[in-house]
């Protein structure tokens, strides 16, 4: 763990934080060291609530039908424990509340609580413990667990409609700006492969991947993740629209996406989407469906882009995990509710610009506009493989595209 990212000051005029070949150096560790959970001159990033909620030694994990609370001291109990808990709708509504006092925790000790009632459709269980610790001091830590997604009624699509004014989009979006860790140059990205071939348990130090290219004597994966998305040219894909099939709606619209020079019958991306009208006179239903080819390697993301004209000195409030951002490997921190966060914080500056701004279970966002009107989008139903998605749809609020952080090396190789 490394507290601020270091850093070394320029000897220019203007002084400023620079880092690996800012100095024209041709040899360098670029960004090795921009791994801090606060930046060099000491404002706390977004790593360092993660690093604060892992290791807090309250903690509580819901599971169904009960909350496990647990003390992660060594040697101090934590007394005085009370649980309480809230059942919500997904509208902020309040269904029911109520208090259950614990027993004391022991160090290391664990204690699983029954909870009164599971979150229906289109509600969520919010869980919180209180307990005095080291010193008398008060502890306070919180869990969420939602419920599934309201069905959608099977009804015959709407009348065609445009997109609300100053909506762009659909379009593709299953590439992101590589990390470190997708490239490669910090440990290998065998965490991204969860089982060998053979699907039996593997030593991953000596494990080489399945592409033909790591066939080498030299244990680890070869080919970076970020270096076979380059390959099949995610980040340069282009649309094409295409005929409509037979019978489908008004106003669907087909579209192919695919890299320059690829073979489109053995690499196609098929995003198809239609607008249409609701029982709400001012309401727009966007419905999207993704068509994905057989891969040998993960997709950073599948999902489509938005473009809206946002005022960036409103607030932007939403419903899901928050405030600040969240992904599947960072997310102790998150805490599913209603939140408000300024239109300019949504994604967090870096000296090495990445993909940032995700927000989890986000199934409700009311987002300022330019000309002084509000867009509300909000999740009607997620599927995956005909399947509901438990988790609905995880969206990214940034000022950036992808394309915008891509590192200026890869942005002129093309």
Not at 82 to 110: F, K, N, S
Not at 373 to 400: C, I, K, M, N, S
Request: aromatic fraction near 6%.
């Amino acid at each position: 763990m490394e507290g601020p990212r270091h850093r070394h000051r320029h000897p220019g005029r203007h002084p400023l934080l620079a880092y690996g070949g800012d100095f024209g150096e041709p040899l360098h560790d670029g960004t090795f060291v921009l791994d801090g959970l606060c930046t060099a001159d000491g404002a706390p990033g977004p790593g360092l609530l993660e690093y604060a909620a892992v290791i807090d030694p309250l903690r509580i994990d819901l599971g169904s039908g009960h909350a496990l609370v647990g003390n992660g001291h060594d040697h101090t109990a934590l007394t005085g424990l009370q649980l309480c808990w809230a059942l919500h709708t997904t509208d902020r509504a309040t269904v029911r509340t109520g208090t259950i006092e614990l027993e004391d925790l022991p160090p290391r000790g664990t204690r699983q609580v029954a909870m009164p009632q599971e979150p229906g459709v289109g509600e969520y269980l919010q869980v919180s413990v209180e307990a005095r610790g080291p010193a008398g001091r008060t502890m306070r830590h919180e869990a969420q667990h939602l419920g599934p997604m309201p069905l959608v009624p099977d009804k015959s699509p709407g009348a065609v409609a445009e997109a609300p004014a100053g909506v762009h989009g659909p379009e593709l979006s299953v590439f992101r700006a590589p990390t470190d860790n997708d490239a490669g140059t910090i440990e290998p990205t065998r965490e991204l492969w969860p089982t060998s071939p053979t699907r039996d348990t593997t030593d991953w130090h000596d494990y080489t991947g399945t592409d033909p290219r790591d066939a080498t004597g030299t244990p680890g994966i070869v080919v970076s993740t970020a270096q076979r998305w380059l390959d099949h040219g995610l980040h340069r894909l282009q649309p094409r629209t295409l005929p409509v099939e037979p019978g489908a709606p008004a106003g669907t619209v087909r579209t192919l996406w695919a890299a320059p020079g690829t073979d489109l019958r053995t690499a196609p991306f098929l995003l198809t989407h239609r607008w249409s009208t609701t029982d709400l006179p001012d309401a727009r239903r966007l419905e999207v469906t993704w068509q994905l080819p057989e891969l040998d390697f993960l997709l950073a993301r599948v999902g489509c882009v938005l473009s809206l004209p946002v005022d960036p000195d409103g607030d932007v409030e939403f419903d899901g995990d928050g405030p600040h951002q969240s992904y599947p490997d960072a997310c102790a921190a998150a805490r599913y509710g209603t939140h408000r966060v300024p239109a300019r914080s949504l994604a967090t500056p870096g000296a090495h610009p990445q993909a940032s701004g995700n927000r989890t279970q986000a199934r409700r966002l009311h987002i300022p506009l330019t000309d002084g009107t509000h867009l509300e989008l909000r999740t009607v139903h997620a599927e995956l493989d005909g399947t509901p998605a438990p988790q609905g749809l995880h969206w990214t609020l940034t000022p950036y595209r992808d394309l915008d952080v891509l590192p200026r090396d890869v942005m002129n190789a093309f």
